[in-house]
């Protein structure tokens, strides 16, 4: 097996000596090269863990003749940055992480590329730094983290955070107990948020292998999947499979199909648009309402459900879900195995992958029915809406799977924000009544980089006088695990003069889940015909300038120059 970088090699003597001076040996040189990429560091215990896959598929890579070389570009996480300007570089570090993958991978000529994360905005970037390159390319998800307590996830934190803000409400007990349990173990955090969504959407695609999305971070199987990664990309690398051959129409629509059966999150609205850019593919947001409107939603998984990411896995995780709605997919794609979806569901039956873990579901008392919904038994289709109107001409994004159904079409009066922390603090000092309808405005891609609103949503749905009885609008985006009434995304955002900038407190919105609609249906709280409407906000945009937002370094560059959260707010 030939090298890429023979040419280069033979221009340039301090090539080899340099990689040599790195602790190669000469016979190094001419095996074929694989560069080892993946986000560890101790950032957050998504990604504390990651070395160690790496090291598998290192030792994966030497068994088949291959010679890996490590890199790391670590990730930052949306917990750590909640309720702070920290949250404004989120999004922009997916463009960061992947901007540095493409620089690490093309200043040598490598063969092939392991990709390894767990989390956010980690690995949409490395699906996004895979189709860019387009050179042989595997990825591996980091995998789930334990359960805490009687079955819960590490967002406790959001009763306790907002009890620990209101007087007399908690012990200093409660919040210690908490944050000694709240996050068990390494691995993404256990609820179906961005971090779950995307390794299975990774997988959906076909660029990571049968059966790893989700796998548990602290058991053997995860290792082994690395190990198996290792060795399947030098397969890729012999026969020139790279991500361009994978990452098809077809196998977006594929993902799209998952994600609304498993109760995705928003934020592969943003991802996977960004990631079908790179290949010069456009997913049309209609796309989504298509495949939600007639997709069986079987995940039974927290927000959306009940259950807990590790034991989705436990329950078959993708490739169950895959077998159940075989009908509505293409099992002809190509996939990182070297072989078609189709192919690898049938290797998954023969080798009993769905009977071991029945097994250990059985240690919770649970069935894989109960948390993989039996198709024929479902009556709900979909979990994603993108809706459209006068208040959002571009559209908006709402997972409607974890709304109550109750408030999945409302009328309201507005109570207009410029910021999250407002909002938030409004929320906490009790300012905002039920049916009310809070608008955040100016939190887009090029207002501030486009912050997640979790902090806010969880406030609204741990107060019992709010839960169930108060929306939230944005030209922001949410945390996959927001729970309620949430509607994100709103476009034109506030920032490029949506209508979003000129509506105000007293003001009537209308959404309308079923129908796809979202409207500012009244003015100073009386309604309206369009025509009078759109006037008033015409007056009221000659009136009022929009504001702007300064900022300096990476954050200055991604929101002077960031896309409409539609097309996916790359840049």
């Known amino acids: 097996m030939g090298i890429r970088s023979e040419k280069e090699r033979n221009t340039w003597a301090q090539f080899d000596a340099l990689q040599l001076g790195s602790g ?189 999305a989700l796998a548990p971070a602290t058991m053997r199987d995860i290792l082994s999947l690395a190990r198996k990664a290792g060795r399947k990309i030098m397969e890729l690398t012999e026969k020139s499979i790279c991500p361009s051959q994978i990452l098809t129409p077809a196998a977006f629509r594929n993902a799209i199909v998952i994600h609304s059966a498993i109760g995705g999150s928003t934020n592969a609205l943003l991802h996977l648009p960004a990631i079908a850019a790179e290949l010069g593919l456009e997913l049309d947001p209609e796309i989504f309402n298509e495949i939600n409107s007639c997709i069986p939603h079987i995940g039974n998984i927290n927000p959306s459900g009940q259950h807990l990411t590790e034991s989705f896995w436990f329950a078959g995780g993708i490739p169950r879900v895959q077998m159940l709605l075989e009908k509505y997919l293409d099992l002809d794609v190509m996939t990182v195995t070297g072989k078609t979806l189709g192919d690898n569901l049938e290797t998954l039956r023969k080798d009993h992958f769905l009977e071991r873990g029945r097994g250990y579901l059985q240690n919770y008392h649970l069935s894989p029915e109960d948390v993989i919904t039996p198709v024929e038994t479902t009556k709900d289709m979909g979990s994603i809406a993108v809706l459209k109107g006068s208040l959002a001409p571009e559209g908006a994004v709402v997972k409607y799977s974890a709304c109550e159904k109750s408030m999945r079409s409302h009328t309201g009066r507005a109570v207009v924000f410029d910021c999250e922390e407002d909002a938030h603090e409004a929320v906490v000092k009790g300012k905002i009544r039920p049916g009310e309808i809070i608008v955040i405005r100016y939190e887009g891609p090029r207002g501030s980089g486009m912050p997640e609103m979790l902090m806010t949503t969880e406030a609204i749905c741990c107060d019992q006088a709010l839960n169930g009885k108060v929306s939230l609008i944005t030209d922001g985006r949410f945390s996959g695990a927001t729970r309620g009434a949430a509607i994100g995304h709103v476009s034109p955002e506030a920032a490029c003069g949506g209508p979003i900038a000129y509506i105000e407190t007293g003001d009537l919105i209308s959404y309308n889940i079923e129908n796809k609609s979202i409207d500012i249906a009244g003015i100073d709280g009386q309604q309206m015909d369009a025509a009078r409407i759109e006037a008033i906000l015409e007056k009221r945009k000659a009136a009022k300038p929009i504001k702007i937002r300064t900022y300096t370094g990476v954050l200055r560059r991604y929101t002077e120059n960031a896309d409409s959260a539609m097309k996916g707010a790359g840049y």
């Not at 490395?126 to 189709?131: E, I, T, V």
């Open 24 to 212: 190669w040996d000469e016979e190094d040189i001419g095996k074929p090269q694989i560069l080892v990429e993946d986000a560890y560091g101790d950032s957050h215990p998504g990604s504390i863990h990651l070395n160690q896959l790496g090291e598998q598929a290192v030792y994966g890579v030497y068994e088949k003749g291959g010679h890996p070389a490590r890199f790391h570009v670590t990730d930052i996480c949306d917990g750590c940055a909640q309720g702070h300007d920290g949250m404004n570089l989120v999004l922009a570090s997916r463009e960061v992480i992947c901007d540095m993958i493409e620089m690490h991978a093309g200043f040598v000529p490598w063969d092939g590329m392991i990709l390894s994360s767990s989390c956010d905005k980690s690995i949409p970037a490395h699906l996004k730094a895979a189709a860019r390159v387009n050179i042989p390319a595997i990825f591996i998800p980091g995998g789930s983290m334990r359960p805490g307590p009687g079955q819960t996830t590490s967002l406790v934190a959001g009763d306790i955070s907002l009890r620990q803000k209101r007087e007399n409400e908690i012990t200093p007990d409660e919040i210690r107990d908490y944050k000694l349990t709240g996050c068990p173990s390494q691995g993404a955090c256990t609820f179906m948020g961005t971090a779950s969504t995307m390794q299975c959407m990774a997988e959906a695609l076909g660029l990571a292998l049968p059966g790893s």
